[in-house]
């Protein structure tokens, strides 16, 4: 989102219930985000389970996280359980998807958003995030996937980029926390943005 587009929900919601999302965001801190979801299709599949971290001072704030199980009842198979390791079952006591959004906006703020590919993770945020605040999100986004290709081009121009996520965590150092977990894939998606930073990637 550009700044007339900020400036434009700063002058209409501003004075609102969620004018905290719209203020300058905090320097020097991000919030590592990451979803679990039946599918890859915004269209069509559900969140079940949200996960989120702070990054700043060079660490990543396990303490501080923000982590919920979303309720659905959509039926998902085999193939995805394997994947994100949640059952139906569990998925069934999971938080109503409206509430674990309206609470993790509130803990979210103005912080910087961080992930790996959060394009996808912000497509399946946006229906609920505008249904509770009438605006897609603004926030200042970063993504480590295409940081780490404008890095890997810069070093290597003629070489074909590998966006994988371990390929990124195992060339940068990190340990793989919890694979395919929204908690797990968030502190490593932060832990990554640190290594990036301690490189002098991309200013800090």
């Known amino acids: 989102m550009g700044p007339l587009s900020r400036w434009w929900l700063r002058r209409h919601h501003g004075h609102g219930p969620w004018a905290g999302l719209l203020r300058a965001p905090p320097p020097g801190e991000w919030i590592s985000l990451d979803l679990e979801t039946t599918g890859l ?3 069509r599949d559900h969140i079940l389970s949200l996960a989120a971290v702070p990054v700043r001072d060079g660490r990543v704030w396990l303490s501080e996280r923000f982590e919920r199980r979303v309720h659905t009842a959509r039926a998902f198979g085999i193939d995805s ?9 569990e998925a069934g006591e999971g938080e109503p998807v409206t509430e674990v959004v309206h609470a993790f906006l509130q803990w979210l703020g103005s912080r910087r958003l961080l992930g790996y590919h959060l394009g996808f993770d912000l497509d399946m945020l946006a229906p609920h995030v505008r249904a509770l605040t009438g605006f897609a999100l603004p926030h200042p986004t970063v993504d480590l996937a295409n940081e780490v290709a404008r890095l890997q081009r810069r070093q290597r121009p003629d070489a074909p980029v590998n966006l994988d996520f371990a390929h990124i965590a195992g060339t940068l150092g990190v340990p793989l926390v919890a694979r395919h977990t929204a908690l797990g894939d968030a502190v490593t ?16």
């Open 41 to 43: 299709d915004p269209a």
């Open 81 to 89: 359980i394997r994947h994100h390791r949640i059952t139906p079952d």
């Open 189 to 204: 998606v932060g832990l990554c943005w640190l290594a990036l930073g301690e490189r002098g990637w991309p200013g800090g």
